[in-house]
């Protein structure tokens, strides 16, 4: 199903990567007809939705693909489309953060997830509109607008990825990359529908991705389909020297496990400290559902409980926040992004010129948070206390996962938020992550996938399971995606 | 109150040896490069960018812990040590840590250096692996003297160690004696070439009589290090003369003008929010490399002080002051082995050659070039074939080292000592026609013979060999007495 940006076109559109590819294979010049079909979606809604913050000129993206069909490299991705989040570096192409502090600032390399793609044949269609330096859980801590939710216009589409999903649901895209340090891809795909990705950490490179918070952020994939997150994460994932954090494991076939039976008797775990309080009853419905079809496919599913998961958000916040507030001091306006005049004043007083006006109120919320907690004498009673939970919570998945497959819950505790509804109450912002943290602090990988609707909102159901499971993740997925057929 | 001289100092060395900078494939060789021309977005500290360790750095570090008999820890862990500064790209340096469980390359450690013929132990507190920092230009050399600075990120990035000992200095002579100890430690092992400007830096913190501590930073050299700390222990005294009291602080040496002054930049310690870089995930240092690096350690400077106090039998004094430098060590060891006469070289070195390099403040590598080994055996050769006198020998040094004169050119402008008796005689038996009192005078009393000896080294202009024309005029005495 998808909102009716994509259904009052053709169905071009909305197009698969590998359906897309076949058709190319077959007739290079239909690539020229598909980028037209996209430019139009883009033109009739781009004006709304605000998913972009970049859009690349169409002549540009049509001179790509005419070098594409040159060079006759029809990789995997051949002809995509890929809308990329506006904090991973692409040369030539600004790359904003969706902060002031980096408005105009053009990068001179690219991500090594960039390269990959562009060898995989994909080709970048524009850079997506995000919470300021991924901080936000809605996409409107964005510094220049709010995207919109495709299916409601009034809601929100999760955050920070929310350009990305946005604009993958929309059919302004093939597909697009996100990143996620406390579930900012897979929020905004629960919220618009979308299949979203956060690879184990150290599958996918992260040398090109601006830092949040080093430790937590992975890049992963957004698609309409659970099999175009496989091609992506194929595509982008495996080992890069550039990344000290990269893991030496080669990509695997994941398209292979994306198949309408489960390949598995799998063991499903679903942690009752993530369905309990807070999660909304009709999002508990869906929930349940999908739960049931699992269960018809003869696949176990267990409750077990986990008491230490209630920590995940302070011990995420602290770290996050403390890594933040030193990923983010390298901005000063000296080498690049926002500059000051400087003549005649001090360099300090530059700098705190700079960092006043480049940073929104979020950001510097985080940092002066992040800032706090590593301070002299308070290092070893915030930092360090979190980053030993941090270690208890990852023993605990472990044993976890030692009698379970995989783990499911809802991917968001409720539905999308209207704009604004959330935004000023940073309590209430950041409890939309409850059941996307705790992943990210054990590094595990982890997919949302629309289980249903309500009222024309999408649900988004969370898998998870140990590191390197992205293969039974993506199979699971894929019988939840055919159930919600 | 005593007035007891405490102290320690921070050494930071690059390892210019390594091919590339700490953390990206820049050249570790900034130097005589335009500015910000040796830079990538790594070391520049772009959106995005990620460092990846040099792991031949390692090696270099392992190298250096077991020259100084340092405990070498299991694992290499890098933090980020926070502070902002126009020359930092990142606002943090990526450092090392020795609180909150984290650990530096290495601990402890010891070096063993003679001051005046007695030894002395300096104990090692750690030792670091950092990344160095850019560098700031101010146009008219000062800060103050200057409306802007420029910012040069050539350097940003290059592998330092940072060598932290206890406060175990008493006096600037024993810092410095230390410093060049570690430089030429440093040199033997291929780990850096100190004499390269900027390469080794040292910060020195200095209390008196148990008053406050005061850093003193920017010094670069260990010329330097001791005439920064003798002015600094002459400052304060003269505060506390005057009834004054000595503030903590950090000051900073200017070389050009000889002094400390106060540093204008705020404290910052304690507030450098260390934590793990979740950049680099910690690499562990396993037996086999620090095995590997131990076997094939070069020889160092105090078993080198042994075997040529022995080989070329010269004297444990001369042998320690020789290893303090590894080239001036390698210059007297070739010379010696091309023209002999070890003895002499070594103290024509270790008393003429360093003593006016120092005065001068001449590069090392400027004197070796100056008084180069050909230059060297051939005033050796002068000396022994009695061309020249030892007080001429020395004035030759001078006068090479300073000047860059050529021994040869001075011989053959005939600056010699006359060596051939008969035109001393000559000389001597004019001096006895000349001064007929005198030699009564020297007949009746032998101490009044050195005016007859003033004379001849007068007519020589100082060219003759005193013990010669001692020795002629006595033989003449005795002929005249017999008379
Ligand atoms: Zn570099």
Not at chain 1, 69 to 92: E, F, M, Q, Y
Not at chain 1, 256 to 275: G, N
Request: glycine share 8%; charged share 25%; proline share 5%.
């Amino acid at each position: 199903m998808f909102p009716p940006q994509c259904s009052q076109n053709s169905l071009i559109s909305s197009l698969s990567i590998r359906a897309l590819r076949e058709k190319v294979r077959e007739d290079p010049d239909f690539l020229f007809s598909y980028i037209e079909e996209i430019y139009k979606v883009i033109e009739k809604h781009e004006h709304q939705l605000r998913a972009y913050i970049t859009v690349r000129p169409k002549e540009e993206v049509l001179r790509d693909a005419e070098a594409l069909l040159k060079s006759n490299n029809l990789g995997p991705l051949a002809g995509a489309l890929i809308a990329v989040k506006d904090n991973i570096s692409t040369s030539g192409i600004r790359t904003t953060c969706a902060s002031r502090m980096l408005e105009s600032y053009i990068p001179p390399y690219d991500a090594t997830v960039i390269t990959r793609i562009k060898n995989a044949g994909g080709i970048i269609i524009g850079k997506t509109n995000m919470d300021e330096f991924a901080m936000g859980s809605t996409t409107e801590n964005s510094a220049f607008y709010p995207t919109l939710n495709p299916w409601d216009l009034e809601r929100v589409p999760g955050g920070s990825s929310g350009g990305s999903a946005a604009a993958v649901a929309a059919c302004e895209a093939t597909a697009a990359l996100g990143s996620d340090t406390g579930g900012s891809i897979r929020l905004p795909a629960a919220y618009t529908g979308t299949v979203g990705l956060k690879p184990t950490y150290g599958l996918v490179s992260r040398y090109g991705l601006v830092a949040y918070a080093s430790s937590l952020d992975q890049i992963g994939p957004i698609g309409r389909y659970v099999e175009d997150v496989a091609i992506m994460l194929e595509v982008i994932s495996g080992h890069d020297p550039k990344d000290s954090t990269s893991l030496k494991v080669a990509a695997k076939d994941y398209g292979s496990y994306v198949v309408d039976r489960p390949i598995k008797t799998y063991r499903i775990a679903v942690i009752e400290e993530m369905v309990e309080e807070g999660v909304d009853r009709e999002v508990m419905a869906v929930f349940n559902k999908t739960l049931e079809r699992l269960e018809s496919y003869g696949l176990s599913v267990e409750f077990r409980k986990m008491p230490i998961i209630r920590y995940s958000l302070p011990v995420y916040y602290i770290i996050a926040m403390a890594e933040a507030s030193s990923n983010l001091a390298r901005y000063d306006g000296l080498r690049y992004g926002l500059a000051q005049e400087v003549e005649g004043r001090l360099w300090t007083e530059v700098y705190k010129r700079v960092r006043s006006m480049g940073f929104g109120k979020e950001v510097k919320r985080r940092i002066l948070l992040g800032t706090y907690v590593l301070s002299e004498g308070l290092y070893e009673g915030y930092y360090l206390k979190a980053a030993k939970v941090r270690r208890l919570l990852y023993e605990e998945f472990m044993r976890l996962f030692k009698e379970f497959d995989l783990a499911l819950s809802p991917t968001s505790p409720i539905l999308p938020p209207r704009l604004g509804e959330v935004i000023d109450d940073p309590l209430k912002l950041y409890s939309l992550d409850v059941n996307t943290v705790p992943i990210n602090l054990a590094g595990l990988p982890a997919l949302s996938v629309p289980g249903g609707f309500i009222r024309g909102l999408p649900v988004g159901i969370q898998v998870f399971g140990p590191h390197f499971s992205e293969g039974w993740l993506l199979n699971v997925a894929r019988l939840i995606e055919v159930a919600g057929k | 109150m005593s007035d007891e001289v405490v102290i320690g100092l921070e050494v930071h060395v690059q390892i210019t040896s390594l091919r590339t900078k700490l953390f990206c494939g820049c050249s570790s060789n900034y130097r005589d490069r335009p500015p910000n021309t040796n830079v990538c977005p790594v070391c520049l500290g772009l959106p995005g960018v990620l460092p990846v360790l040099n792991e031949k750095a390692i090696e270099k570090a392992v190298a250096v812990a077991l020259a100084l008999n340092s405990k070498i820890s299991e694992k290499i862990v890098f933090v980020r040590k926070h502070y902002f500064y126009p020359d930092l790209p990142k606002n943090y340096q990526i450092s090392q840590y020795d609180r909150y469980g984290l650990v530096p390359v290495a601990t402890g450690g010891r070096v063993v250096i003679d001051v005046g013929g007695l030894s002395k132990t300096v104990r090692i507190r750690r030792i670091n692996i950092e990344e160095d920092t850019g560098r700031i230009v101010y146009p008219e050399k000062t800060v103050l003297g200057s409306k802007y600075a420029l910012i040069d990120y050539n350097r940003a990035g290059v592998a330092l160690l940072e060598i932290v000992t206890e406060p175990d200095f008493r006096s600037p002579r024993e810092a410095r004696i230390f410093l060049e100890k570690l430089a030429s430690i440093l040199e033997h092992l291929d780990v850096a070439d100190t004499s390269l400007e900027g390469a080794m830096r040292a910060d020195a913190n200095i209390s008196i009589g148990g008053r406050a501590r005061v850093e003193i930073k920017n010094i670069g050299s260990p010329r330097d290090l001791e005439k920064a700390l003798s002015y600094e222990i002459t400052r304060q005294l003269n505060i506390v003369k005057s009834g004054g009291t000595i503030e903590r602080e950090t000051r900073h040496w200017i070389k050009e003008r000889g002094m400390t002054v106060p540093s204008r930049a705020k404290e910052l310690e304690g507030e450098y929010r260390y934590f793990p870089d979740p950049d680099l995930p910690p690499i562990p240092i396993s037996k086999e490399l620090i095995e590997r690096v131990a076997s094939s350690l070069p020889e160092l400077p105090d078993s080198r002080a042994k075997r040529i106090a022995k080989e070329y039998g010269i004297g444990d004094y001369m042998a320690s002051v020789l290893v303090l430098n590894k080239r001036l060590c390698d210059h007297f060891e070739h010379t010696a082995r091309t023209c002999g006469n070890p003895k002499l070289i070594s103290s024509i070195l270790v008393n003429e050659f360093l003593r006016w390099l120092d005065e001068a403040d001449i590069p090392l590598s400027t004197g070796i070039l100056r008084l180069s080994a050909d230059r060297l055996c051939k005033l050796v050769q002068y000396f022994e074939k009695g061309i020249v006198s030892i007080k001429l020998l020395k004035e030759y040094v001078r006068l090479a080292v300073l000047e860059d004169k050529d021994p040869d050119d001075l011989v053959r402008q005939g600056i010699t000592t006359i060596g051939e008796e008969e035109e001393l005689e000559r000389i001597v038996t004019e001096v006895f026609e000349e001064n007929p009192k005198a030699v009564s005078d020297a007949l009746r009393d032998p101490k009044a013979i050195n005016f007859l000896v003033g004379q001849v080294m007068r007519k020589t202009k100082g060219r003759a060999d005193p013990k010669i024309v001692n020795e002629i005029i006595r033989k003449r005495l005795v002929e005249y007495g017999s008379k």
